[in-house]
């Protein structure tokens, strides 16, 4: 594997609090996914699509969705999110600890590292730019909720070429294919 910086020697001790969630600025605005009702209808549709089964592997029964948002909302490791574009919700993401996360197992994680994966819901509302616009936003008001933090980490699966792109635009570097339980993915490190 491949170093992400110089500072891979320091290794995770004690892990940090829930993430926190980000305020972004308009047009943009990310708020908390709810485990029932509209939130979780639109999550399980969104994850049901083909254009994002396809890599996430997470086309759940509602009833399981309604499980995992519930017990991501209970702990401290993951906070789902709903993010709208000009009011409108269209991406689903998850912020983690990747020092909590199956991912710190393929790199040399720190405390404060933290994780992100992203899912434009709808297929009409893809390459349009969002992700690219989105995500330098993005990754600052996590940087700036929390000053710990040093580095952000997603890790799409290798053969999602859009997403790479769009991922790259946004400010993501390539440090290494990695292999997860579900894929093989490309680990991508955005400093702060």
């Known amino acids: 594997m491949k170093p992400v910086s110089h500072l891979d020697s320091y290794r995770r001790q004690v892990t940090a609090g829930a993430p926190a969630v980000p305020e972004l600025t308009d047009p943009w605005h990310a708020r908390v996914a709810r485990p029932?009702?509209?939130?979780?209808?639109v999550?399980?549709?969104?994850?049901?699509a083909p254009h994002v089964a396809a890599f996430a592997r997470r086309a759940w029964t509602l009833p399981r969705w309604e499980a995992e948002l519930r017990g991501q909302l209970s702990g401290d490791d993951v906070r789902p999110l709903l993010i709208s574009w000009h009011g409108r919700p269209v991406i689903h993401a998850e912020v983690y600890r990747a020092a909590r996360d199956v991912v710190a197992d393929c790199y040399q994680a720190r405390p404060h590292d933290l994780g992100l994966t992203l899912a434009v819901g709808e297929l009409a509302?893809?390459?349009?730019?969002?992700?690219?616009?989105?995500?330098?936003?993005?990754?600052?008001?996590l940087f700036?909720?929390?000053p710990h933090c040093t580095?952000?980490?997603?890790?799409?699966?290798?053969?999602?070429?859009?997403?790479?792109?769009?991922?790259?635009?946004?400010?993501?570097?390539?440090?290494?294919?990695?292999?997860?339980p579900n894929k093989l993915a490309l680990l991508m490190v955005c400093p702060r």
């Open 36 to 41: 029932d009702g509209y939130d979780l209808h």
């Open 43 to 48: 999550i399980h549709r969104w994850n049901q």
């Open 125 to 141: 509302m893809t390459d349009r730019g969002l992700v690219r616009s989105l995500l330098p936003r993005l990754t600052d008001a």
């Open 144 to 146: 700036e909720a929390d």
């Open 151 to 180: 580095r952000i980490v997603m890790e799409p699966d290798v053969r999602n070429k859009r997403a790479i792109r769009s991922f790259e635009a946004g400010g993501f570097m390539a440090a290494d294919e990695i292999m997860l």
